[in-house]
């Protein structure tokens, strides 16, 4: 573990950013007439990339993103190892709305900021959230602006991969949106769970993987295209950790 102290620090650092960015957003909000909210949205994830560059531990390699085009909109997804997932992936050149639980836009000031960059705000008591998020989600994608998912649709607690939900590939498929796949490592002792002190993750991973169009793909497809991509995901991180696919499988 990172010593209090350092830690310490590192959260006054996060702070004064965001105490920053909060009034750039809101001026930025009032000024951007793309319904996509796209100037917002890209100015609150360089909030994430900072952050993430405040702790001098993280060592963040980041492949596979130069060819992407954000504008050509994507149903994005990644597997979830810890909160230090989200500054990381905001580390990309890119703008994507984020499908997120309602609580989180409920915490005063990051609630208030994700609010105003757009994200989509998913309430799980409501008896029609999944078509609520997904006819969020189809605004954005008709407006040329990708959406992410984490599609295990929490953390994982120990560091394996867990069941994916199909909400995502049901979107790509009924939208005939490419999906694409990221893969994390690393940062599963970043910011462990209950805990405000930070870990020691000396090496930190993000690849995006390779685009799978769904093109010609109907509803029955769904379960393939989501075992395909869970599959994909799975066997860079055997590869990244050395292990068997079965050994890092919260499934198997």
Known sequence: MLSTVKSLAIWIGIVILILIWL????????????????????L?????KYISKINPNWQIVITGYEHIDDRRPYVMVCNHLSQADIPLISNLPWEMKW??????FDTPVIGW???????ISVDRKAPDRREQTLLQARHYLNHDCSVI?????TRSRNGKLSRFKAGAFDLAIREKIPILPMVIDGTQNTLP?????????????????DPISTEGMQKSDIRELTTQVRQDILDQLSEWRNQEPENIDNMS
């Open 23 to 42: 009034p750039l957003l809101a001026v930025s909000r009032l000024f951007d007439r793309d319904p996509a909210r796209y100037r917002t949205g890209k």
């Open 44 to 48: 609150f994830r360089k909030l994430g």
């Open 99 to 104: 499908v997120a639980k309602k609580e989180l």
């Open 113 to 119: 900021m994700m609010k105003l960059a757009g994200d």
């Open 149 to 153: 998912f984490f599609p295990e649709g």
């Open 193 to 209: 769970k209950r805990s405000w002190k930070f870990g020691v993750a000396k090496h930190i991973k993000l690849k995006v993987l």
